[in-house]
Nanobody, 124 residues
Framework: QVQLVESGGGLVQAGGSLRLSCAVS????????MGWFRQAPGKEREFVAR????????WHADPVKGRFTISRENANNTVYLQMNSLKPEDTAVYYC?????????????????WGKGTLVTVSS
């Protein structure tokens, strides 16, 4: 059974930074592409960023390009999301997800395993 546990969320002022972590256990971490998604109150879950199995390829959603960076450490079974220049509209529950395909997906329905999420609140 694959388990994903997110951490690092919290309350931050606009312009600040946070780094989210997602620890994966139960299967070989390098066999999964990984993604970060978010869901704001009253809105659908949306794609934030994804990274290939090897870490050699990354994709970021337009609203976060240049501000957020996804990375992974296969030796530590962990994927990260560095979030800089945070805006109030970034407020959401952030979810980590795993996909058995080599490059992952931007579609939530394509992901195979999910964490329970971590709340990020950005105050103005």
């Amino acid at each position: 059974q694959v388990q994903l546990v997110e951490s690092g969320g919290g309350l931050v002022q606009a312009g600040g930074s946070l780094r989210l972590s997602c620890a994966v256990s139960g299967r070989t971490f390098s066999s999964y592409a990984m993604g970060w998604f978010r869901q704001a109150p009253g809105k659908e879950r949306e794609f934030v960023a994804r990274i290939s199995r090897s870490g050699g390829s990354t994709w970021h959603a337009d609203p976060v390009k240049g501000r957020f960076t996804i990375s992974r450490e296969n030796a530590n079974n962990t994927v990260y999301l560095q979030m800089n220049s945070l805006k109030p509209e970034d407020t959401a529950v952030y979810y980590c997800a795993a996909d058995v395909s080599p490059f992952g997906s931007s579609q939530p329905d394509d992901m195979d395993h999910w964490g329970k999420g971590t709340l990020v609140t950005v105050s103005s």
